[in-house]
T-cell receptor, first 116, second 116 residues
Framework: KAGVTQTPRYLIKTRGQQVTLSCSPISGHRSVSWYQQTPGQGLQFLFEYFSETQRNKGNFPGRFSGRQFSNSRSEMNVSTLELGDSALYLC???????????????FGPGTRLTVL | AQKITQTQPGMFVQEKEAVTLDCTYDTSDPSYGLFWYKQPSSGEMIFLIYQGSYDQQNATEGRYSLNFQKARKSANLVISASQLGDSAMYFCAMREYSGGYQKVTFGTGTKLQVIP
């Protein structure tokens, strides 16, 4: 079974630009979560999508948005990029059992975004 | 209060020795799941092992075992017979279902270095 894939793997943008990152989950997984990882803040939850609906949201400004398609693939968009948005963006997929605490997340390789 | 606490920012272990990485958690939910992930320098988070709050026995997966002490709210990862390839960051995470939402919280990680 193929794992979680993320594209692109590396991105360099300048302040003020916008960026779109893509994530394809493991086949059969309906939940996709996005995380931002920086050396200073660690791993921070951005949002989770399940069946094309945002199910959960972290504490990030509205410049960060996402969506999920009917095939469970997800995209994350960051508008008006700031220097502080430089980070590793990780996508994780899981089956998405709503009440199941056994639901294991499997991560993609990440997209490393550098904002100049 | 921190939901997940990993008190060891960095650790060294001799090759072929066993090592314990500490993790304590804080939750009032009776049902929760505990996860450990490995993150090599390449960036991808690799799922290692899972322990459910109702599991009677400690989880094991190959060289990884989880020392689960529910009363003390600790879920330490034990790696036996360390290998050079075990050098990486290790993250403890907890999944809770509370108030109609699932939430996954990660610790700050422990950097493990295996010495030949």
């Amino acid at each position: 079974k193929a794992g979680v894939t993320q594209t692109p793997r590396y991105l360099i943008k300048t302040r003020g630009q916008q960026v779109t990152l893509s994530c394809s989950p493991i086949s059969g997984h309906r939940s996709v979560s996005w995380y931002q990882q920086t050396p200073g803040q660690g791993l921070q939850f951005l949002f989770e999508y399940f069946s094309e609906t945002q199910r959960n949201k972290g504490n990030f400004p509205g410049r960060f948005s996402g969506r999920q398609f009917s095939n469970s693939r997800s995209e994350m968009n960051v508008s008006t990029l700031e220097l502080g948005d430089s980070a590793l963006y990780l996508c994780a997929s899981s089956l998405g059992d709503r009440e199941g605490v056994t639901d294991t997340q499997y991560f993609g390789p990440g997209t490393r975004l550098t904002v100049l | 209060a921190q939901k997940i606490t990993q008190t060891q920012p960095g650790m060294f272990v001799q090759e072929k020795e066993a090592v314990t990485l500490d993790c304590t958690y804080d939750t009032s939910d009776p049902s929760y799941g505990l996860f450990w992930y490995k993150q090599p320098s390449s960036g991808e988070m690799i799922f290692l092992i899972y322990q459910g709050s109702y599991d009677q026995q400690n989880a094991t997966e190959g060289r990884y075992s989880l020392n689960f002490q529910k009363a003390r709210k600790s879920a330490n990862l034990v790696i036996s017979a360390s290998q050079l390839g075990d050098s990486a960051m290790y993250f403890c995470a907890m999944r809770e279902y509370s108030g109609g939402y699932q939430k996954v919280t990660f610790g700050t990680g422990t950097k493990l270095q295996v010495i030949p």
